[in-house]
């Protein structure tokens, strides 16, 4: 899908979606640019079988995982070769997607070594990922242990409101074996102020409301993604959640690099945004049968 063809079809986009829980970007819209916050590899990423309305639909509203640190802090993938080998001692491939891919094909992914995967349900208050149960019941089936998650906006609504609304629409938790706790995407704002217009101790509450409505709602605490730089600078020394929820970081090169404070150990690695899986290329840090465990609660 081109930029003016998607831009064509923004209109039809606005119509579908409510907008008063949003700032919305229609001033980029109407100059002829992409809306603000859309990632740099799009359409790269969009799966050029999705339908041109929703396609913009997707573009217009949808943030995958990643997508704003990109963004933010660039990457050091190399060019041609974006799946970094790294070492572990023991490590599971995973992998993430959004609205962006569309239909996946995962018995596909699944030959190619995926054996996780968490899917995007929600964002804010006002969206829901269109083709989530193709993604989330599809991964399911193909074998892989899933999971799925919320990007925040913490200028809309409380983090109570959203944490229901994301376990409403696909958030919540079963101890089957084959679901992994619902994760909290902690990123920089598509829309404006970095930290979302909220001080440390404002962004330290916003996440402790949602994580303990979470947690009432699922008996479950979430992961919580994010990378060194937004939280350095967002929550800082604010809030400790290291006690409960598993850290999935994010950082696209070829270390892990400085953790976010305080947590001492990583879950999961989102080592780059594109390669041999559809979506964003994942590392469980630890054996497949700490992968279950996690998922088992």
């Not at 998650?149 to 109570?160: E, V, W």
Request: contains cysteine; hydrophobic residues 35%.
């Amino acid at each position: 899908m081109s930029v003016s063809s998607c831009l064509k079809t923004f209109s039809l986009a606005l119509a579908v979606v409510p907008l008063a829980a949003m700032a919305t970007p229609t001033a980029s819209i109407k100059s002829g640019a992409m809306p603000q916050g859309t990632p740099v590899n799009w359409q790269q990423q969009l799966n050029p079988q999705i339908p041109s309305a929703l396609a913009a639909r997707i573009v217009m509203y949808d943030h995958p995982m990643g997508s704003q640190i990109r963004l933010h802090e660039g990457s050091l993938q190399i060019p041609g070769h974006p799946q970094i080998n790294h070492p572990m001692t023991a490590s599971v491939a995973g992998m993430d997607v959004s609205g962006y891919q569309g239909n996946v094909n995962w018995s596909a992914a699944w030959s190619n070594g995926a054996r996780f995967a968490y899917v995007k349900a929600t964002e804010g208050t006002y969206y829901k990922n269109p083709y989530f149960n193709q993604q989330y019941l599809g991964s399911y089936y193909a074998g892989m242990i899933r999971g799925s998650y919320h990007f925040a906006r913490p200028d809309t609504t409380s983090g109570a409101t959203q944490a229901d609304y994301f376990v409403d629409h696909g958030g919540g938790w079963s101890k089957d074996g084959k679901t992994l706790p619902g994760a909290l995407d902690m990123e920089w704002n598509p829309y404006g102020s970095s930290c979302y217009g909220l001080s440390r101790s404002q962004m330290a509450a916003w996440v402790s409301s949602f994580s303990n409505e979470y947690h009432r709602r699922t008996s479950r605490w979430p992961v919580i993604y994010t990378s060194n730089s937004w939280w350095s600078q967002c929550v800082g020394t604010a809030g400790n959640f290291s006690n409960n929820s598993p850290l999935w970081v994010a950082r696209y090169a070829s270390a892990v690099g400085t953790l976010p404070w305080p947590w001492g150990f990583y879950t999961i690695w989102q080592y780059a945004d594109s390669g041999i899986f559809p979506g964003d290329q994942n590392s469980f840090n630890g054996a497949y049968s700490r992968l279950q465990a996690l998922a088992n609660g």
